[in-house]
C-alpha cells in the first residue's frame, strides 16, 4: 500500500515538473526553454515539414499523372485514327488510283509544244466551220507555272448568235483543253454580232522546260 502510494506521489511530481517546464518560456527565445518544450517544438516542427514535403510530393505526382493521363488520350486518339487509316487502306488505294487516272487523262489533253501551232488551227477552223469571221485572233504571252504553260489568244469574231453558240460548243469539245474567258457580245451594224474573248490553251511542258524552270526559281529564291 505504501509502495503504490510512494508511485502516485513520484508521478504527480512528475507531471508538476514537466507542467513548471511549460510556464513563463520566451517564445522569442525557445533556445532559453526546457528540455521537454523544446523537444516538443522540435518534434512540432519537423512533422510539419514532413507534411509539406509530402504534399509537395503528392502535387509532383498528381501533376505528373494528369499529363500522364493527357498522353494516354493522346496516344488513344492516333491509335484510332491509324487503325481508321488502316481499315480503310484499300479504300484509299483504289481513290488515289482514279486520282491518277484522272490527272493522267488530263495531261492527254495538254499538247506538246511542238503540237500547239495545230491547235491554234484547230480554234481557227472551228469558227470558220460555223460561217464566223475573225476579226482577230493573236496569241498573247505565254505565261509559265510550274508544270504548264497557258497562252492566252485574243479572239474577234462577227456572226450569228447560234453559230457564235455553235463555236462556243465546238470548242469545249476539242480534244486538247480550251477555255473561252472574258467574253462579251455586241450588237454590228449589218445585223450580226461580233464577240469579243480571250480563248486561253494550256500544254504541258518538256522535261527541258521544268527543269529550267526549276533552276529560274531556285535561282530567283537565293536573290531574295
Known sequence: MAK????????????????NQFTGLD???????????????????TAAVVVALWFVWLSAVDDELTAEKAKEVQLRQAYTGKLA?????????KQREQVQQ????????????????????????????RSLQFELF???????????????I??????????????????????????LNNMAIVPAKDGNLVMDATAKTFRYLDPEE??????NAAASGVKK
Request: aromatic letters at 8%; charged letters at 20%; proline letters at 6%.
Open 4 to 19: 503504490n502510494s510512494r508511485t502516485s506521489s513520484d508521478f504527480s511530481a512528475f507531471q508538476s515538473r514537466v507542467r
Open 27 to 45: 517564445t522569442n527565445d525557445p533556445s532559453s526553454w526546457p528540455p521537454v518544450p523544446r523537444f516538443l517544438l522540435c518534434a512540432a516542427v
Open 85 to 93: 487509316q488502316a481499315v480503310n487502306l484499300e479504300t484509299l488505294k
Open 102 to 129: 484522272y490527272v493522267t487523262q488530263l495531261e492527254k489533253q495538254l499538247p506538246s509544244k511542238a503540237e500547239m501551232d495545230a491547235l491554234l488551227s484547230d480554234i481557227n477552223q472551228a469558227g470558220l466551220g
Open 138 to 152: 493573236r496569241p498573247g504571252q505565254v505565261i509559265v507555272r510550274d508544270y504548264y504553260a497557258e497562252l492566252p
Open 154 to 179: 485574243a479572239v474577234r469574231v462577227t456572226g450569228r448568235y447560234h453559230d457564235m453558240g455553235s463555236f462556243a460548243a465546238d470548242i469545249a469539245n476539242l480534244s486538247r483543253i480550251v477555255t
Open 210 to 215: 521544268v527543269a529550267l524552270n526549276r533552276k
